[in-house]
């Protein structure tokens, strides 16, 4: 368990940087291996985190969050991966071209069987920023999450969602970090990017949301929530 943990630390991938990588403002990968489960409760994040690195790796492999960075696992083993009651509020912001999924709380769970996401009770104060795409991108980027698509499975054996985010919230009353991107993306929301056979309720955006001098080879979405 990873609790009531508080970073001031900023952390920067530099513009000279080489290869793949992820950035996170706490912890850059949630859980991964056999029958496990990862709680992370009560923590918050201040320091900036910075992705200045714009050169086009070879696949697009890199994850950017306020907090955790990855959910990843097996699908011979049940992963459990808990986000209750943490906060970002750091500014994430992102230049490089191929970053597949950008979130205040949250970047990216990878769609494999028995992995169960819990995201409850979790704020984004810090303003999400994400340019110099190129085209043939497909970034996500979310207010809390940037991108969970379930592919594998849905639901469990007793109906219960693999993926489950509650109670968020993107800012609020009188505090509104934005969600910006100018460039090519694929979806840009005020809570999330792009989620699939997920379960969302009682979450909301208080941000404001933009997407500017698009250059877009798909579909696009561009949503408050």
């Given amino acids: 368990m990873v609790k009531n943990v508080v970073s001031y630390v900023p952390v920067t991938v530099p513009a000279d940087a080489n290869g793949k990588f992820r950035a996170a403002g706490l912890i850059c990968l949630g859980t991964t291996g056999s029958d496990r489960t990862t709680t992370i409760e009560g923590c918050k994040t201040y320091g900036k985190v910075s992705v200045l690195h714009t050169q086009i790796p070879g696949t697009n492999v890199n994850y950017v969050s306020g907090m955790v960075g990855l959910m990843d696992g097996t699908d011979n083993y049940t992963n459990k991966l808990v986000i209750t009651n943490c ?24 769609s494999k069987k028995y992995m169960y996401l819990t995201i409850d009770g979790c704020k984004n104060y810090g303003n999400i920023s994400y340019s110099c795409a190129t085209e043939g991108s497909r970034c996500a980027i979310g207010g809390l999450v940037g991108k969970v698509v379930e592919t594998s499975a849905i639901t469990d054996a007793d109906g219960k969602y693999y993926v489950n985010i509650t ?40 941000g404001a949301v933009s997407a500017a001098d698009l250059v877009v080879s798909e579909d696009k979405t561009v949503s408050n929530v």
């Fill in 167 to 206: 109670n968020c919230e993107n800012g609020e009353k009188g505090v509104a970090p934005s969600v910006v991107s100018n460039g090519v993306l694929y979806c840009v929301g005020g809570v999330a990017g792009w989620i699939n056979g997920v379960s969302m309720t009682g979450c909301k955006n208080y």
């Fill in 87 to 110: 906060e970002n509020h750091a500014d994430v912001e992102v230049r490089h071209p191929r970053v597949e999924a950008v979130g205040g709380v949250f970047g990216q769970r990878f």
